[in-house]
């Protein structure tokens, strides 16, 4: 017999031996010996009161043997002679549409304009050491996408979009613990991610797929309104007569090319904002309501805000707690922040952005004039601006928290686990009104919200400008531009995705579409 049953522990009954098993026994009214194996399938933190508890979903195996480990399969084909798909974008929707292909029978022909995980490496040291931005390899272009280096958060609300859980067992496939199909809010670590995208890399060749690093698209050749070939920057053509288009929200050479082609595209709202960045101790302190260091059993604590100021969401996004921030700019001249984490989250620093919704139609009139690209180019303003009040180079603009809040320049800031370093610079005057007051108003709440979380000690840090695309490429009912054939946008450069898991099961959605063009 297999129950499955709730169970929860306390901090001190979590290092008591076999604990799941004695409380399944007792809830159960059965001896110990009669349970074979307590199996966990969710596991989550409650926090909210002074006493803490595990939560945990489990399945009760009484008097039956226990069973093995699954094994995670997944259908690959040789597709090495197949009908070719091509992939535009080696992120995770480009690498699950390409996986999917081969499940389906198909060739993925993936194209990515910056290099494998190894030598992308060299180009993030460069940015981080020496400010130099690689315009094709940094930490949103590369192998593996943004995602690569990022905390490898797997949390999503998109469950209708998809199997998530199937997601997670390939993800489990290719080298990542089985403990993300248990915890209620799942992350990876950037440390394991580059492995894990280098396997995936590995079976799709293993397969018959090809991928071309270094291969950067810059045109489309079209014929009666369908793609017929793929113009790359050396001057070479791809014949393709299905592309899926998986460039990330950052890939802009391929929004301004759509919309010189007169190819129809949207502005789609947003947000933007600044990354904030406290002592990991303080963010403990006030989520596991503790004086000095946390528990050992548990993580490093997270938070997810939200306050409405102004009739616009002011919300936190992209927590890492324990984790960095990141320079994210790709391209010479701008300043954009990002954060990530190690699997550990064992960094002495929480950050996150904290970020305004903007409203395409009614919050930047003045950009009006670009069309469907307004949202893009208000991004690049204040990217520049960043840029320019940092000092021109991948130095950051800072304050205070409470400075910024106040209006006040910072005579200091903080220690940061920035590695270009910060420098003190009124954000809360620089940025537009739009943002900046509905920032500081936003901060206060936060405030009330997490005692302590309104301190001098912790830094903003400008500006936290990509966290989804400004800019939507239509398709249709058969995931397929409305006017072009054979071109399938996809994932967060499409406006489809937010964030790795979404962007997956789009990817997988985008491959059973195209194929299903042939």
Known sequence: ????????????????????????????????EEISKVSILRKSIDARKSTIYFNYKVSVYINEP??????YKFDYKDVSKARKIHIIGFGPAGMYAALRCIELGYRPIVLERGKN??????????????????EDSNYCFGEGGAGTYSDGKLYTRSLKRGDVRRIFENLVFHGATEQILIDAHPHIGTNKLPKLVQNIRETIIKYGGEIHFQTKVVDFNIVNNAIKAIVLQDGSEMQAERVILATGHSARDIYYLLNNKNIALQAKSFAMGVRVEHPQHIIDSIQYHCKGQRNELLPAASYSLVEQVKDRGVYSFCMCPGGFIVPAATAPGEVVVNGMS??????????SGIVVEINVDLDIHKYGHHGALKGLEYQKDLERLAFTSGGRTQTAPAQRLTDFVEGKLSNDLNPTSYQPGLKSAPLHSLLPKLIGSRLRSGFTAFGEKMKGYYTAEANVVGVESRTSSPVNIPRNENLEHPEIKGLFPCGEGGGYAGGIVSAAMDGERCAEAAVAGF
Not at 3 to 25: F, G, H, M, P, Y
Not at 66 to 71: C, D, F, G, H, Y
Not at 343 to 351: D, E
């Open 1 to 32: 017999m297999v129950r499955n049953i709730q169970l929860r522990t306390t901090l001190l009954e979590e290092s008591v031996d076999d604990i799941l098993k004695k409380k399944a026994s007792k809830y159960l009214g059965i001896p110990m």
């Open 342 to 351: 190690p699997s550990k989250r064992n960094n002495l620093f929480a950050n």
């Open 66 to 71: 226990a069973p093995k480990n699954k094994e």
């Open 117 to 134: 995980v190894k030598d992308r490496r060299r180009d993030l040291k460069a940015i981080n050491r020496d400010h130099i931005v690689n």
